[in-house]
């Protein structure tokens, strides 16, 4: 893969790392950066993207960011443990990606076992991670993602199973979570403290509650008083990291260990690039032309095409994309609307050609958030959900429908 860097900046001899290497049980990750798992995003095809943009990283005088931790986007325990052909496809890595890391969603201590078990005995991962953030509403309405840490005991039962199973092949157990449900019902200092003492390698925080989805400000001082609380393990911060400074700010701020980023990278694999600069102390920065930027998005089409074995179905995935990938630059509506529905990659070569490949990197307005923000909302819970921490009959039957198909959290 050809290096786009731009220097901003001249480069720094011997820079001074603003953050040591993240200890993932036996994981040593030199870049202390996390790719939060996104549904229909972070599959084999992307996460080879960023690890190749991070590795430009060691150019730019620090830690090469192909060492951070690229998570696979979530599958379900329930679908694992069928062995669905689409779970099988998404768990599967490069042959040189290390560690090989999979989130896992589940909401049944027993099958949250059976599924870490499969992972595990068939060595088809190095790290497993526990979803408890998701805040979409067909999961919250049955209990599941980030409305389940509030049932204490339930979710101490599935960290337990999970970090059981895992604990014979050496494979570390981490756990990411919200603040909460809403303000009145925050739940991440207990479940912090109930992962740390069942066995958890690391903790991450997004630090919104399920009400907030991804609208407003993330909460950062949530994070700090997360690190006060969780003493014996890395704990990682999430939310509103949408450059390389907002994460060496959020290290800062918070005291954490490492960062999670999710929506940030959208479109701009590079920003691992940036992340390991930053982190290195270096303060070189990707500024790719559109020339560059249109080669990136060509070569993550030629990675979906591997992925999905079909040149068409990449096309159709990679629409999403293209608005991301272009943010800032001058394309136009009317070729915008195009590549919205490119289906082949001689359309999408037509489509680049047709643009103004000189433009330079447009800073400000190619920079900031990233992806849909929504708005605050209503938690749509289980009846009688938040009368109490135990699950009962009534509540453990509801919670075993939770465990659909949902983004990350």
Known sequence: MTQTLTDSAPRIEAPTAVLPALHIGRHTIESPVVLAPMAGITNRAFRRLCRQYGDAGSAAGGASGATSLYVSEMITSRALVER???????????????????????????????????????????????????????????????????????????????????????????????????????TFLEAGRIAEGEGAAAVALHARTAAQAYSGTAQWEAIAQLKQAVTSIPVLGNGDI?????????????????????RGCLGRPWLFTDLAAAFAGAPTRVQPTLREVATTLRLHTVYLAEFFESETKACRDIRKHIAWYLKGFRAGSEIRSRLGLVDSLAALDDLIDSLNLDQPWPGAPAEGQRGRAGSERHVVLPEHWL???????????????????????
């Open 387 to 409: 009368e109490s921490r135990e699950l009962d009959d009534s509540a453990r039957a509801e919670v075993a429908q939770a465990e659909v198909s949902a983004s990350g959290g």
């Open 242 to 262: 949408w450059s390389a400074e907002d994460a060496v700010r959020m290290v800062r701020e918070t005291g954490c260990d490492g960062v999670v980023v999710g």
């Open 84 to 186: 669905t052909p689409l779970t099988m496809r998404l768990i599967e890595h490069d042959p040189d990606e290390s560690p090989r890391s999979i989130q896992l969603y589940s909401v049944d201590p027993e099958t949250t076992g059976r599924a870490v078990h499969i992972l595990a005995s068939e060595n088809r991962c190095d790290h497993i991670d526990l979803n408890f953030g998701c805040p979409v509403p067909k999961v919250t309405r049955k209990g599941g993602g980030a409305a389940l840490p509030w049932k204490t005991e339930h979710f101490r039962r599935i960290v337990a199973s999970a970090v059981r199973q895992a604990a014979p092949y050496d494979i570390p157990v981490t756990v990411k979570m919200r603040r909460g449900i809403d303000e009145d019902h925050l």
